[in-house]
């Protein structure tokens, strides 16, 4: 069965302003679209999501958030990497330079644990 992904982002950012972009951002495309994870994984969604706002070069807070959300969905540092540098081919090195930055303080505490500190 799927897990019931919630959020509240959308209405606590723009509930009074834009009520109805934020019901279908929290409702629909979190509270459906990412829920279907029975059809596919929270782990890949976070991965073709990254890559899409990567791609089109949103390097703000949207793509730090994902990034998390991918680092809390299983993605490694490693694989971060990996998929920045193969997007880099194919999106823009400046693209991926900005995504890298990102990328090293969502992962950087990894790199702590790695070193024993």
């Known amino acids: 069965m799927a897990q019931k992904i919630i959020q509240t982002a959308g209405r606590q950012q723009l509930g009074d302003f834009a009520p109805e972009f934020a019901h279908l951002n929290d409702d629909i495309l979190f509270g459906e679209v990412w829920s279907r994870n029975d059809l596919l994984s929270l782990r890949d969604r976070s991965l ?9 070069g949103i390097t703000d807070n949207s793509l730090s958030y994902h990034l998390l959300e991918a680092k809390k969905n299983g993605i490694t540092r490693t694989e971060a990497a990996e998929i920045i540098t193969h997007i880099a081919f194919y999106a823009g090195w400046p693209k991926a330079w900005a995504a890298f930055n990102l990328a090293k303080k969502v992962w950087s505490e990894d790199e702590f644990e790695a070193n024993g500190k």
């Not at 073709?48 to 089109?56: C, D, E, G, K, R």
Request: net charge neutral.
């Open 48 to 56: 073709v999501t990254i890559t899409s706002l990567i791609s089109q």
